[in-house]
């Protein structure tokens, strides 16, 4: 834990596995546009947070707890240390808006919208990192 003092909120500390085993963990993020908030990756983050953490990995896969001395879900400088994280981004298709005028006020109509989750596709063809992808 004194690799990640921000995370565990102990300058230095240690955790303790029953039979002297961590056992597997996974770790899973997200990133999207900070600099464009009409981009798809931004308008949809709270649909790829809801999938990936609720859907896919809760009710699908049945991961439900955090690593000890890190919170389950927390902005990257709050995070553990780790050495590779999953990553799954989004390709939305917006449907049509129709516009409707009926002398008196303007009533917006969309068709919908269309959600893939896809691994990330990163750097120098890597998929499913999150550090590629980024980069």
Not at 6 to 24: I, K
Not at 55 to 60: E, G, R, S, T
């Amino acid at each position: 834990m004194q690799r990640a003092p921000t995370s565990s909120r102990t300058p230095q500390g240690f955790a303790l596995f029953d039979q002297n085993t961590e056992g597997d963990s996974h770790c899973h993020g997200f990133a999207w546009s900070g600099l464009d908030p009409t981009h798809e990756s931004a308008k949809f983050k709270a649909n790829n947070l809801f999938f990936v953490s609720m859907y896919d990995h809760l009710y699908k896969r049945g991961y439900v707890r955090n690593v000890p001395g890190a919170s389950l879900s927390a902005c990257i400088e709050q995070m553990a240390v780790i050495d590779r994280s999953d990553c799954t981004e989004i390709a939305a298709k917006e449907g049509l808006v129709k516009f409707f005028y009926d002398g008196v006020a303007v009533t917006a109509v969309t068709s919908g919208v269309s959600i893939q989750f896809n691994a990330c596709q990163g750097l120098n063809e890597t998929t499913n990192d999150l550090d590629a992808y980024y980069r």
